[in-house]
C-alpha cells in the first residue's frame, strides 16, 4: 500500500500568516489523486481538496493544493482563526486508499 | 445538505460484536457510495471500507485489518448504512465515521459526527 507522511507535525503561526504543508507519498499516486481534509478540536473532518489542487464545493479560495507524483502541498494563503486544525493528505489512487498521520497547525 | 448520523457505539468486551447504523438525508442514498472511516484515540484517519451503489454492482470492500470480521450493508429503502463488527479486537477502539463518498472513488466528501466504539475487558 501506499504509504504517506506528513511534513512538518505540527505548524506553529499567527493569524494572518501563511502555511504550507507538505505530503510526501512512498510511491508514485496514480493520477495524482490525493485530497485534503481538515479537521477542528472535537469536529469530523472535512474535505478541503481533491485531485491534488480541486477545492471542494463551500471551501475558501484561501486554500489551495499543488504537487504530483509523490509530492504534495496545501497552502493555506492567510490564516484565519478556524483554520487552526489538524490537516490530513489521503491518497485514493490505489487501493486500499491511505491517509497520513497529520500535520496540527497551532497558534503560535 | 446532506446529514449522515451514526448510532450504535457503546462499550464492548473483546471478542463481542456491535453493530453501527447511519442515517442518511439530503443524498440521493440509493446512487450514493458510502464509506467508514475510523479514528482511534488521539490518533489519525483510517479507511474501515467501501460499499458501491446497487446500480454501480453494489461491491464492497475493506480494510486488511477488518476484512473478514466487519460487513459494510445497506438498506436504499430506509436510507441507511451499517457496519456489522464482530470478533472485536482492543485495537477497533475508535471513534467510526460513516462517510459518502464524492468526487472520487474513496474520497469522503462528506462526514457523520462519528460514533465511538470502546473495546475493553
Known sequence: EIVL?????TLSLSPGERATLSCRASQSVPSNYLAWYQQRPGQAPRLLIHGASTRATGIPDRFSGSGSGTDFTLTVSRLEPEDFAVYYCQQYGASPPTFGPGTKVEIK | EVQ??????????PGGSLRLSCAASGITFNVAWMSW???????GLEWVGRIKSKTDGGAIDYAAPVKGRFTISRDDSKNTLDLQMNSLKTEDTAVYYCTAVGYGDYVSASWGRGTLVTVSS
Open chain 1, 5 to 9: 507522511t506528513q511534513s512538518p507535525g
Open chain 2, 4 to 13: 449522515l448520523v451514526e448510532s450504535g457505539g457503546g462499550l464492548v468486551k
Open chain 2, 37 to 43: 472511516v475510523r479514528q482511534a484515540p488521539g490518533k
